[in-house]
């Protein structure tokens, strides 16, 4: 009786181990798999100076992250030019070129405008407003506001909501579409307050001193992404039409001061931005 019962003790031992060794593995596995995953997605924002995802594939993540305006601006303008900045450049525009973008989750052309007029604080009505010429003031065909869009269609929908402050001064639209630049110079031989085109009609009528940047104090970048995904930071030869303009004539006045930069739009990288951080050795 007494050798049974040790036999049947042994046997039971020999069967409850394994069921506990069984029952272990599971849970460890629960526990450690997480723990990876979420290591794997962590570790790529921990290598970036501005706040982007490096290896992200999928542009959910990365338009999900905030990013710093100025810190996107210039990742932007040196990926494009495979340039930079210099560091007297950089303290230079650090902390004051910026506007940011509106402090609304709802960015539309009402926002934009109340945005532009917070920006010239209590002189916005004689500087966006009045109509008339004053010598030795305003010069002809110098905006205090300029916008920048990727098409005339946007850049017309984009002025739509400036209508309130242009009743006096109409704005002008610097684009090609139906309109011949001769009809723009005449148009810009009056004062112009604010302006609205494409870059590179603006960049010719600048060419041809035709507008000019005397007055100047905000420019907009329309980076609104269109149906396809694309905007002015990254739809094909618009993008280059705009750095040729931005490097020729706009940067040197955002390292000196004279002019400040609004971002209207989310801040998402460029595509070839994107495909940079994804083909990135080693990340």
């Known amino acids: 009786m007494g050798g049974l019962g040790n036999s049947d003790k042994a046997s ?6 394994p069921r506990k060794k069984r029952k272990q593995r599971p849970p460890n596995k629960l526990r450690t798999k997480p723990k990876s995953t979420k290591k794997r997605k962590s570790d790529p924002t921990l290598n970036t100076d501005a ?12 338009e999900a992250l905030p990013l ?8 932007e303008f040196q ?3 495979d340039v930079q900045v210099s560091s007297l450049e950089l303290d230079s525009m650090k902390g004051r070129c910026m506007l940011g973008p509106p402090q609304s989750s709802i960015q539309d052309e009402k926002t934009l405008v109340k945005h532009i007029k917070e920006a010239f604080g209590s002189s916005w009505k004689e500087v966006l407003c ?10 002809p065909g110098s905006p205090a506001v300029l916008i920048i869009s990727t098409s005339a269609i946007r850049a017309i929908e984009l002025l739509k909501g400036f209508r309130s402050l242009t009743q006096e001064c109409h704005a002008v639209k610097l684009f ?3 309109m011949k630049i001769e009809e723009q110079v005449e148009l810009l031989k009056n004062r112009v307050n604010i302006a609205s085109g494409t870059p590179s009609r603006i960049k010719k009528l600048i060419d041809i001193e035709a507008l000019g940047l005397s007055r100047l104090a905000v420019i907009v970048f ?15 030869q618009v993008r280059d039409e705009f750095w040729d303009l ?3 004539y706009l940067h040197q006045r955002v390292v000196e001061g004279g002019l400040r930069i609004c971002l209207f739009g989310p801040l998402q990288p460029s595509r070839k931005r994107r495909k940079k951080e994804v083909t990135s050795p080693g990340k």
């Open 12 to 17: 039971e031992a020999s069967l409850r181990n």
């Open 51 to 62: 706040q982007n995802p490096i290896n992200g594939s999928e542009s959910s993540a990365l």
């Open 68 to 75: 710093e305006p100025f810190s996107f601006f210039l990742d």
């Open 79 to 81: 990926t494009a030019n």
């Open 130 to 139: 009045k109509g008339k010429l004053l010598e030795g003031e305003t010069a």
């Open 176 to 178: 090609s579409k139906h």
């Open 222 to 236: 329309d980076i609104q992404p269109d149906v396809k995904g694309y905007s002015l930071f990254s739809l094909p």
């Open 246 to 248: 931005y490097k020729s």
